[in-house]
Nanobody, 124 residues
Framework: QVQLVESGGGSVQAGGSLSLSCAASGRTFSSYGMGWFRQAPGKEREFVAAIHWSGRSTNYADPVKGRFAISRDNAKNTLYLQMNSLKPEDTAVYYC?????????????????WGQGTQVTVSS
């Protein structure tokens, strides 16, 4: 099991940028695939991006391709999400999650460990 704590959320105007971080406890982070998901009010939690345990492969949801970048630093037990060209429809609570298989899956059912979430609000 790994404990996850997100940070870096906030409010920004459309077109702006935010950088999220997810700090993981424990020695297993480097063997886990990691993902970012988001949930807007009244909507299902949806996939945003994921990264293989090695950091060599990533996966993105279509709405964020070309605008968001996921990365990880296994030496620091930290996952990142750089968000550029933000839009009002990106407004949501963003969660990081760990996939114990090590793969960068898009399905949230593959993720056993979740953070508490951080709010991102984009105004028009």
């Amino acid at each position: 099991q790994v404990q996850l704590v997100e940070s870096g959320g906030g409010s920004v105007q459309a077109g702006g940028s935010l950088s999220l971080s997810c700090a993981a406890s424990g020695r297993t982070f480097s063997s886990y695939g990691m993902g970012w998901f988001r949930q807007a009010p009244g909507k299902e939690r949806e996939f945003v991006a994921a990264i293989h345990w090695s950091g060599r492969s990533t996966n993105y949801a279509d709405p964020v391709k070309g605008r968001f970048a996921i990365s990880r630093d296994n030496a620091k037990n930290t996952l990142y999400l750089q968000m550029n060209s933000l839009k009002p429809e990106d407004t949501a609570v963003y969660y990081c999650a760990a996939d114990r298989t090590g793969w960068h899956n898009r399905d949230k059912a593959n993720y056993a460990d979740w953070g508490q979430g951080t709010q991102v609000t984009v105004s028009s």
